[in-house]
């Protein structure tokens, strides 16, 4: 069953502006990542947050996770049309049973 | 350095006849090696991951199976195709808990 829900599913911008994309979950989860995949490739991993952290930053990358609201936000400042792609979460329970579960992901289009 | 290798890149198979995907993984050993589907815009669904030779879990009833004969080595099978199984088969290793993953670049299999 998939655990994240990524929000909005589609998004289009305009370079140099920021894309936030939103994330939420059902279960407690050990940590939150967020990947990218381009169109017809494997994903690549972009930022991993744990349980305990707020927030964190890769770069023009910022992720924020609240626990409390099982919900996380991945924020991507002054983007650039090579940002376009589609961006998933995925979440590892507490139970630690090594699956990671993905959401249905964002697809991002920045415009030049 | 570690790399993982998937083949074959796409593959178009008539109903019924029988399948094998092969995900192999250099430069590191005892990883937990992951199957994933994705259908067209969807997000990702796990369909088996394996900690160890021989051990395998299977997260949804279906028409697939899997098998890890080595360390490194991780394989998808069927023994019978059917339209439903179309989709982008992804491999995925990571080498522990709370770690990243690491995907191939999948194969796009096309039932017909």
């Known amino acids: 069953s998939q655990q994240g829900e990524e929000d909005p599913q589609a998004l289009s911008i305009q370079e140099g502006e920021n894309a936030t994309m939103n994330c939420s979950y059902k279960?407690?989860?050990?940590?939150l990542q967020w990947y990218r995949q381009n169109s017809g490739r494997g994903l690549v991993h972009l930022i991993l947050?744990?349980?305990?952290?707020r927030e964190k930053h890769s770069g023009r990358l910022r992720v924020t996770l609240d626990t409390s609201k099982k919900s996380s936000s991945l924020l991507i400042t002054a983007s650039r049309a090579a940002d376009t792609a589609s961006y998933f979460c995925?979440?590892?329970?507490?139970?630690?049973?090594?699956?990671?579960?993905f959401g249905q992901g964002t697809t991002l289009q920045v415009k030049p | 350095s570690q790399t993982i290798h998937q083949w074959p890149a796409t593959l178009v198979q008539p109903v019924g006849s029988p399948l094998s995907l092969e995900c192999t993984v250099e430069g590191t050993s005892n990883p937990n090696l992951y199957w994933y589907r994705q259908a067209a815009g969807r997000g990702l669904q796990l369909l088996f991951y394996?900690?160890?030779?021989?051990?395998i879990s299977s997260e949804v009833p279906q028409n697939l199976s899997a098998s890890r004969p080595q360390d490194r080595q991780f394989i998808l099978s069927s023994k019978k195709l059917l339209l439903s199984d179309s989709g982008f088969y992804l491999c995925?290793?990571?080498?522990?808990?709370?770690?990243?993953?690491?995907f191939g670049n999948g194969t796009r299999l096309t039932v017909t």
């Open positions: 995925a979440t590892e329970r507490s139970s630690n049973t090594g699956k990671l579960i």
């Open positions: 995925a290793w990571r080498g522990a808990q709370r770690s990243p993953l690491h």
């Open positions: 279960t407690s989860i050990n940590n």
């Open positions: 394996s900690v160890g030779i021989g051990q």
């Open positions: 947050i744990r349980s305990n952290e």
